[in-house]
């Protein structure tokens, strides 16, 4: 029995689950504290927080992770301009670290090229640390390029395995999308996984009766 390749959403929750350890809200552990002595911040480091006030769900965000970081020393200022200035901001690299928000558009793994790839075919839309490792843009290329379904899911679990180890990305959070239902509407789809959020395309075929 053949096994399906991995789908963006898999690879993502995977991810997400891998690194949870490394995420803001287990900051306070010792080990933690420890690794900033041993790079050189026993007392922790100041840094600016790009995100935007236009959302409340990036203001927040980063107003969490600002709490959580300083309880390990690191004091976090926030830049929190309106959309349009934060993307100026985002594009310049004008920034310490960032809060990243998106979506999907394609179930496909090769979605995550969005987030790493820094090769010759260039996708900057949400790379915003401008990403590059060589071995991770080849895992991507012939990801995409593999048609057998088994010797793509191993060329994606490589790529895990390689965007564990180097991804400048940690995994924050899950942010849910809910729609209001009501009888006589149809036509109306939720689109699964991470699509949710694309679903308002099917309105154009949605009726009330």
């Known amino acids: 029995m053949t096994r399906p390749p991995p789908s963006a959403v898999q690879l993502h929750a995977l991810l997400s689950r891998r690194r949870r350890n490394s995420s803001p809200a287990r900051a306070t552990s010792t080990p933690t504290k420890a690794l900033l002595a041993k790079a050189g911040y026993p007392n922790g480091f100041e840094a600016r927080l790009l995100a935007s006030s236009q959302y409340s769900f990036h203001q927040n965000t ?29 594009t310049a690299a004008d920034y310490d670290f960032t809060v990243l928000g998106s979506l999907g558009e394609i179930t496909d793994a090769d979605w995550l090229s969005n987030y790493y790839y820094g090769g010759d075919k260039l996708v900057r839309t949400n ?83």
């Open 127 to 209: 790379n915003s640390p401008y990403f590059n490792d060589p071995q991770i843009n080849e895992l991507l290329d012939k990801g995409r390029a593999t048609i057998d379904k088994d010797e793509r899911a191993k060329v994606y679990d490589a790529f895990v395995d390689r965007a564990l180890e180097l991804s400048p990305l940690v995994y924050f959070m899950w942010r849910e999308q809910n729609y209001a239902v009501r009888k006589g509407v149809t036509g109306f789809t939720n689109m699964p996984g991470f699509l949710t959020f694309q679903s308002g395309l099917s309105i154009e075929n949605t009726k009330v009766e």
């Open 62 to 90: 980063a107003i969490a992770i600002q709490s959580e970081l300083a309880k390990i020393g690191i004091k976090v200022k926030l830049d929190l301009p309106d959309w349009a200035s934060r993307m100026a901001k985002a």
